[in-house]
């Protein structure tokens, strides 16, 4: 009875739904970055799966429908870049310059960080592309021999981070250029951290939706060269 029940698509597809809008209301009565209603979702399904000992392979035959949505949900930022394309246009070199400096910087420190914790290659690899969205992520842990689970999860906690800092930070550093704001945060958190961007402002939004896939694809190909050093 039990397995009839939570093995069911509509198991994971509803509790999904209710952890995350469980997760706006508490973000809409504290008015607080902490109170991320990702990072609440995240807590309350893993807690309820825990508590009911629940096998995640059948919360995932509903959760991996609505993982489907991910890249559709991705592609509607191109609205955001289409209206603001004079802007993007006329800023295109600093962008690509900021992504690509924020890019490498992101590669070289997990890098550095590993060896100097001396984890082993497989660990590393996995670690590497947390920076980016998580299809190219997966690719790129994959091909230098890298954990997929633990890339999945590195990449999550990136996003959630940077979704929940974002704002705190660019007030902290006295970041006022939304154009500024919007590389660093689709450098740094990929497509979870550009939905954050998209509520500051459309600007952010649509540059830091230009920045995430610069920094894909500049990531993927910086790969390419750290095979040899892994």
């Not at 999904?16 to 902490?34: C, D, F, H, P, Q």
């Not at 962008?95 to 992101?106: H, K, P, R």
Request: with cysteine.
């Amino acid at each position: 009875m039990k397995e009839l029940i939570f093995s069911n698509p509509f198991f994971g597809i509803i509790i999904s739904v209710l952890a995350y809008r469980i997760g706006m209301v508490i973000n809409e009565k504290t008015k607080t970055a902490i109170a991320n209603p990702l990072l609440i979702s995240y807590v309350i399904i893993i807690s309820f799966l825990l508590v009911f000992d629940i096998p995640l392979e059948w919360y995932c035959e509903g959760g991996d429908i609505i993982n489907m949505f991910l890249s559709p949900a991705t592609a509607i930022l191109a609205l955001t870049i289409y209206r603001q394309r004079e802007l993007i246009k006329k800023n295109f070199l600093p962008i690509f310059a900021g992504t690509l400096a924020g890019s490498v910087t992101s590669l070289i420190s997990v890098y550095v960080l590993c060896r100097l914790f001396i984890f082993d290659m497989a660990i590393t690899a996995s670690i590497l592309p947390k920076s980016i969205t998580t299809p190219m992520a997966i690719a790129v842990s994959s091909s230098l021999g890298g954990i997929q689970a633990l890339t999945v999860l590195c990449v999550i906690l990136t996003g959630v981070t940077g979704n929940i800092l974002a704002p705190i930070l660019v007030k902290l550093f006295r970041i006022d250029d939304p154009v500024v704001q919007g590389v660093a945060i689709g450098t740094s958190s990929h497509a979870v951290g550009t939905s954050r961007a998209v509520t500051m402002g459309e600007i952010q939004g649509a540059v830091s939706s230009v920045a995430l896939t610069f920094s894909g694809v500049i990531t993927v190909v910086l790969s390419l060269f750290l095979g040899y050093l892994i």
